[in-house]
């Protein structure tokens, strides 16, 4: 069992920077592979971007590239995003989640099978 905790979500003006964290306990996430999702409101939850736990570039979906920024520190089993440029349809609630399968990278949150809680994040225009 794997609980993920998120943290350092808030408002912030267009243009601005955040760096959400994701942290992992009651195992090791050695081997997951780790992905990011949001959700803004009345809207569906959609992929944002993921790390593998080989070695490997992360993956982001178009939306976002160039400006967010996923990387992880196994050591101390978390994961992190940071988001530059942020523009106000970045709005919503993020959410870490993991998947068991550390070769692939799946955008389908059916894959994922343990969920953080999610932090809002609100960019103001």
């Known amino acids: 069992q794997v609980q993920l905790v998120e943290s350092g979500g808030g408002l912030v003006q267009a243009g601005g920077s955040l760096r959400l964290s994701c942290a992992a306990s009651?195992?090791?996430?050695?081997?997951?592979?780790m992905g990011w999702f949001r959700q803004a409101p009345g809207k569906e939850r959609e992929f944002v971007g993921a790390i593998r736990w080989i070695i490997g570039s992360p993956y982001y979906v178009d939306s976002v590239k160039g400006r967010f920024t996923i990387s992880r520190d196994n050591a101390k089993n978390t994961m992190y995003l940071q988001m530059n440029s942020l523009k106000p349809e970045d709005t919503g609630v993020y959410y870490c989640?993991?998947?068991?399968?550390?070769?692939?990278?799946?955008?389908?949150?059916?894959?994922?099978?343990?969920w953080g809680q999610g932090t809002q994040v609100t960019v103001s225009s």
């Open positions: 989640a993991a998947d068991s399968d550390p070769w692939s990278i799946s955008r389908s949150e059916k894959t994922y099978e343990y």
């Open positions: 009651g195992r090791t996430f050695s081997g997951y592979t």
